[in-house]
């Protein structure tokens, strides 16, 4: 084999380089990547929407209560979800808890409608169900990575906050001004639901649950 175009490596995969989808714990990486942005799309859908809709709806709310309110949950549910993770499955925590982030950001709008301390409400609701999803990640990649990979790969993976916050800011500012600040959250949460999907059907919370993973790869994590 034509070593320029593959090579065998020391997972006993053989594969072309550029063949990424290979390696099963790439696939859960770039899943994790874009579970990353869906986090922030939807935590920051609101504060690229706010200023519209408030002089949409004539209110003069306080935008940093609003905004904020959403990391009182965050703290109600970080600490304990390692433990939830571990209990009922790192992936089914996740998939949980992005579900509940992202048709609650489809709810906004109709929150924003009945006044500010619906939003207040949804917010507190939505950072409860994103509390768990970090510290899930985590204990994702200490059971898909070896030691010799997991920081890199939990790098990749937390590169999603950065592209999630630039996504959040460039569409949604986009979407506010040509279709309306309603459409950030159904496009977001939308998104959030479709990668629900996906997450449940293709990862598993280890190798061992993984039916597509090779022998090879599954003795090498």
């Not at 935590?43 to 200023?51: H, I, K």
């Not at 970090?134 to 990749?156: G, I, K, Q, Y």
């Not at 999907?197 to 280890?206: D, E, H, L, P, Y």
Request: contains cysteine; hydrophobic residues 50%; aromatic residues 14%.
């Amino acid at each position: 084999m034509d070593p320029a175009q593959s090579s065998k490596l020391s997972d006993g995969i053989e594969a072309p380089w550029w063949k990424l989808w290979a390696k099963r714990r790439n696939i859960v990486m770039l899943m994790a990547f874009f579970c990353m942005q869906v986090v922030y799309l939807t935590r920051l859908s609101l504060n690229v929407t706010v200023d519209a809709m408030k002089a949409d709806l004539g209110q003069s709310w306080d935008n940093e209560q609003l905004v904020s309110s959403f990391f009182y949950g965050m703290l109600v549910t970080q600490i304990p979800g390692g433990f939830l993770g571990s209990k009922f499955g790192c992936t089914n925590v996740i998939t949980v808890g992005i579900a509940g982030t992202s048709v609650l950001t489809i709810f906004t709008p109709l929150a924003a409608y009945g006044g500010a301390g619906w939003i207040i409400a949804v917010r507190v609701l939505q950072g409860m169900f994103q509390g768990v999803v970090f510290p899930c990640l985590l204990d994702l990649w200490a059971r898909w990575a070896p030691p010799s990979e997991r920081t890199n790969r939990v790098m990749v993976t937390f590169v999603g906050i950065v592209v999630g916050t630039l996504k959040a800011m460039f569409i949604g500012e986009l979407l506010v001004e040509f279709v309306s600040w309603e459409s950030v959250f159904y496009i977001f949460g939308g998104a959030g639901c479709l990668w629900c999907v996906a997450w449940f059907k293709m990862i598993r919370k280890s190798p061992d649950e993984d039916r597509s993973i090779t022998d090879g790869e599954k003795e090498f994590i």
